[in-house]
């Protein structure tokens, strides 16, 4: 079966350090692949997507992810962590080929900042 | 860049009552429409996709009687909960896709309903 996995459901860093989140996905063809935040009680806001094109994929607020085939992964980085990274972030993946259309969201990860 | 509005962003009503929630695509044309359910610190999971002028599909386990979805126009849909109970009580969110960014969803923010 296809399906997301976070690792972590909780992640807290000090402010000023490199940020690691891990997403791997289930898969034998490459999917479309997707990272959103989550403030609370708020919608998605889309930080970064994985199309077939580059592998390293640079989004907003200073987020990268890469796209990593022989690990199965799309692990989402930033190099130096702000107050305002602190959210819910989801790994999302759009899986070619009959199916679902939609999106199928990790668990998430709450990101907290350590001061 | 592509807005999607939902409203009601908050509902409470009563057991038993039905309550509608429309999604909007502002500046573009949603030719697909989706609707996701988050419990309370939970992912998002999948119930149904609509496509313009057509029915919506609904995922395994969803209940298309309990929840009415119609995407009439290219820039609204409406999810209509049914007889709506306790466990209904969730955040509902809508996407759309428009026929150029076919591997991107744009979300609205959302709609807290809460069924006393």
């Known amino acids: 079966a296809q399906s997301v996995t976070q690792l972590g459901s909780h992640v807290s860093v000090s402010e000023g350090a490199l940020v690691l989140l891990r997403c791997n996905y289930s898969s034998s063809v490459p999917p479309y692949l997707f990272w959103y935040v989550q403030y609370p009680n708020q919608g998605l806001q889309l930080l970064l997507k994985?199309?077939?094109?580059?592998?390293l994929v640079k989004g907003i607020n200073g987020f990268e992810a890469e796209f990593k085939k022989s690990e199965t992964s799309f692990h989402l980085t930033k190099p130096s962590a702000h107050m305002s990274d602190a959210a819910e972030y989801f790994c999302a993946v759009r899986f070619s080929g009959g199916g679902a259309d939609g999106l199928t969201f990790g668990k998430g990860t709450h990101l907290i900042i350590q001061p | 860049g592509a807005v999607v509005s939902q409203h009601p962003s908050r509902v409470i009503c009563k057991s038993g009552t039905s309550v509608k929630i429309e999604c909007r695509s502002l500046d573009f044309q949603a030719t697909t429409m989706f609707w996701y359910r988050q419990f309370p610190k939970q992912s998002l999971m999948l119930m149904a996709t609509s496509n313009e002028g057509s029915k919506a599909t609904y995922e395994q386990g969803v209940e298309k009687d309990k929840f009415l979805i119609n995407h009439a126009s290219l820039t609204l849909s409406t999810l209509t909960v049914t007889s709506a109970h306790p466990e209904d009580s969730s955040f509902y969110i809508c996407s759309a896709r428009d026929a150029v960014s076919y591997n991107e969803q744009f979300f609205g923010p959302g709609t807290r309903l809460t069924v006393l």
């Open positions: 994985y199309t077939s094109a580059a592998t």
